[in-house]
């Protein structure tokens, strides 16, 4: 009876699908409006509506089966799903608004697979490292819900091999906050260099590396530029990886000396060598989850998000209030804003929101007449400290320094604009300057940060407080009162312990654009963990998120 039913299903179904496709294929064809071949044209189109029309009752006829009873065979997947064996399988899922039959996004996915397998020793590895962390894949794929949907689409609108989709899980894990190293940041992890190379702008109140959808756009160019440059997706990823310069020379090296060019006869960075056998673990778990033991995070296969037109200047605090989710979902949804106002030149800003959120930001937007931003800049005083500053406007030292991208300390001075709460005290404030802010270096730089320094000093024959002040940068009366003396006069062997505030130019970290960070043999660590397991191969040293180097020539 279940058999029946199936087939009772597939029937109706094919018979819309073929009726859909063909009306497609004859409202394009240019010889359909030639006299006679119209109206033969719309007779077939009629014979096939009326086709599926009349499989539309089966469906009523047939017995409503649960989904783990659809299958006898211990829930495996179809072979027609398009595994990794159908290396000429081409999608037919190009466009967003193509026939999209499947609830699951993962349906999808393994309908676009169309790269060929990679026979490795190194595959194999890396399936049993993800198969051994249950609790990890299971949180990158909690994370990939905001954005897997986004990117299949972008990707099949390529024309490219939905493996591309996963490319992420084994750059950042899709976390949108992930940093290495060398400064690569974001899902598609592009370093300073050539994320501006892609027109991903990066500046004091943006990073769009970490813009879902410009990095998305951004990668797929790469990506489509890498394919056309070798000729072969894992050549391009290997070049993804260590730059197309590496991947270039590699060639070379082996067409001179005769040998095979191709991926896996390549000498190559050993992290390059695991990258495309890492996303070919992927891949094979993402085909079949339960070889692995392991069990996919459902995804619908719909959008997560929408684009909103929201005001030039506006707290993210505020927009997510307005549109009814958290403020971890909105920063989730929009990571390239690096400060807690989002402030642009434009008239106005898009911002990424749930697709049931986007109704609710509109209409609380338009009813909200308070102000839109508690953020206002403040040019500190000649020598006066970010302790001192964070109490005058009430603020802790530690948000104070997190919003200006500074290191917590009561004792630094800076001259630089600052962002700072609203006050109250006229003139106290001024307006933000977005355009002269924006010039800031995306890391502040500290100008000078004081730090206490003890020192040790035993009394040698000839010694006054005059000299050892002199000898070591403080008063007289400052070693008096360090070491409770009550005359000036000092013993040989006395030993004093003397404190002095050390002043020295630094800077919160290296500004963006900085090209020392593209080079060779470096390794990626997240935002949040460098702790290793020594349990992982050499392509899995990371305990949170796995990523992979990546230096661009």
Not at 12 to 24: E, I, N
Not at 481 to 495: E, F, T
């Amino acid at each position: 009876m279940r058999y029946a039913n199936h087939v009772l299903v597939g029937m109706a179904l094919t018979a819309t699908r073929v009726y859909q496709c063909m009306c497609k294929f004859f409202s394009v064809l240019p010889c359909a409006t030639v006299s006679g071949l119209s109206i033969t044209v719309m007779r077939f189109k009629k014979l096939l509506l009326c086709a599926a029309l009349s499989a539309l009752p089966l469906l009523a006829l047939a017995e409503y089966v649960e989904p783990a009873s659809m299958s006898d065979d211990n829930g495996s997947y179809d072979e027609s799903y398009g595994g990794p064996e159908s290396e000429n399988y081409n999608s037919s899922y190009q466009f967003e608004d193509s026939l999209t039959l499947q609830d699951s996004l993962w349906d999808r996915v393994r309908d676009g697979f169309n790269m060929p397998d990679i026979d490795s020793t190194y595959t194999n590895k890396h399936e049993q490292w993800y198969a051994s962390r249950p609790d990890y894949v299971s949180r990158m794929l909690e994370r990939s819900k905001k954005y897997l949907y986004h990117i299949v689409v972008e990707v099949e609108k390529r024309g490219m091999p939905t493996e591309i989709a996963l490319l992420p899980m084994i750059e950042s894990g899709f976390n949108p906050k992930a940093l290495s190293t060398s400064k690569a940041s974001g899902i598609w992890q592009f370093i300073p260099s050539t994320g501006k190379d892609f027109g991903l702008k990066q500046n004091y109140w943006k990073d769009s590396r970490k813009d879902v959808t410009a990095a998305t756009q951004a990668a797929l160019n790469y990506l489509q530029k890498l394919y056309t440059m070798f000729g072969a997706w894992d050549l391009a990823l290997a070049a993804y990886n260590a730059g197309e310069g590496t991947v270039a020379r590699a060639i070379e090296r082996n067409r001179q000396l005769g040998l095979p060019t191709d991926y896996q006869h390549l000498s190559l960075p050993d992290e390059t060598r695991n990258y495309v056998p890492k996303l070919q673990a992927i891949k094979n778990i993402i085909f079949r989850p339960e070889n692995y033991g392991l069990t996919l995070n459902e995804i619908p296969n719909k959008p997560y998000f929408t684009t909103v037109q929201a005001p030039n200047k506006i707290d993210a605090k505020l927009a997510a209030e307005l549109a009814g989710i958290s403020l971890e979902e909105f920063n989730a949804l929009n990571p390239s804003f690096t400060r807690p106002v989002l402030i642009t030149e434009n008239s106005y800003q898009k911002l990424l929101l749930p697709t049931w959120a986007a109704s609710n930001f509109t209409n609380n937007l338009s009813g909200y007449n308070r102000p839109l931003s508690n953020w206002h800049s403040y040019q500190p005083k000649r020598g006066e400290r970010l302790g001192a500053i964070a109490s005058q406007f009430g603020i802790s030292i530690y948000e104070l320094s997190a919003t200006n991208n500074l290191k917590p300390n009561r004792n630094l001075i800076v001259r630089r604009p600052l962002l700072v709460p609203a006050s109250v005290q006229s003139g106290l404030t001024r307006p933000i300057d977005v355009a002269a802010m924006a010039q800031l270096p995306i890391e502040i730089p500290v100008e000078r940060e004081s730090k206490s320094v003890s020192i040790s000093h035993k009394v040698k024959q000839g010694d006054t407080l005059a000299k050892l002040a002199k000898r070591y940068g403080i008063s007289s009366k400052q070693i008096m009162q360090q070491n409770h003396l009550k005359s000036k006069n000092l013993a040989v062997g006395q030993v004093l312990q003397l404190e002095k505030q050390e002043s020295s130019t630094s800077s919160a970290s290296q500004s963006h654009g900085s090209k020392t960070s593209a080079r060779a043999g470096h390794k990626k660590t997240t935002a949040t963990s460098k702790t290793r397991s020594s349990g992982q191969s050499s392509t899995h040293k990371k305990t949170t998120t796995t990523h992979s180097k990546k230096t661009k020539h």
